[in-house]
């Protein structure tokens, strides 16, 4: 079974540029994460997915970020503009059950 | 609010000795419970997980943890550390709800000495 894909693996942008990443869920899996992980930090969630509905998008700086998850399968999410405080990885998440999420390999972006 | 504890952001072990990373989290209902493990420039892999039923968890790569709710724990241990086990170690709750929000702790970099 493939897993979470994520595109691209590393980026580097000036501030006030703008940036987006892309996220496949594993096959089948109605609910889709973005987490942000900050260096030092735990994974923090910036928006859930439920099928193409957001659930969840407390956490989301909505003045500069946004997401949506068309058709309910890829998801993207994008910055505009981006600030020096954005540097972090980016995390997408899957989950067919409530339980257990399981995680693509992260998107690293650098913001100078 | 809800939180998850990680005590030592760093820790330290020989090869072959007992892995001890500790794990509290805040609340009085209990949550479903998570360890992941994060190699460097990779995502997060599961290493176990506690929904209900037995309280000792077996995982993945020798990982065990035992739910221990009067002390609201969840610690990960391994009777013996391999070189491989070298990465950070991250302990995840799920207070349910209307999402299924995880909450992680900060995060236990393990180190393991030859």
């Known amino acids: 079974e493939a897993g979470v894909a994520q595109s691209p693996r590393y980026k580097i942008i000036e501030k006030r540029q703008s940036v987006a990443f892309w996220c496949n869920p594993i096959s089948g899996h109605a609910t889709l994460y973005w987490y942000q992980q900050i260096l030092g930090q735990g994974p923090k969630l910036l928006i859930q997915f439920q099928n193409n509905g957001v659930v969840d998008d407390s956490q989301l700086p909505k003045d500069r970020f946004s997401a949506e998850r068309l058709k309910g399968v890829d998801s993207t999410l994008k910055i505009q503009p981006a600030k020096l405080e954005d540097s972090a990885v980016y995390l997408c998440?899957?989950?067919?059950?409530?339980?257990?999420?399981?995680f693509g390999p992260g998107t690293r972006l650098l913001v100078l | 609010a809800q939180s998850v504890t990680q005590l030592g952001s760093h820790v330290s072990v020989s090869e072959g000795a007992l892995v001890l990373l500790r794990c509290n989290y805040s609340s009085s209902v209990p949550p479903y419970l998570f360890w992941y493990v994060q190699y460097p420039n990779q995502g997060l892999q599961l290493l176990l997980k506690y929904t209900t039923g037995a309280t000792l968890v077996k995982g993945i790569n020798g990982f065990e943890a035992e739910f221990k709710k009067s002390e609201t724990s969840f610690h990960l241990t391994k009777p013996s550390a391999h070189m491989s086990d070298a990465a950070e170690y991250f302990c995840?709750?799920?207070?349910?709800?209307?999402?299924?929000?995880?909450?992680f702790g900060t995060g236990t970099l393990l180190a393991v000495q030859p």
């Open positions: 995840a709750v799920n207070y349910g709800g209307a999402t299924n929000k995880l909450i």
């Open positions: 998440a899957s989950s067919f059950t409530e339980e257990t999420q399981y």
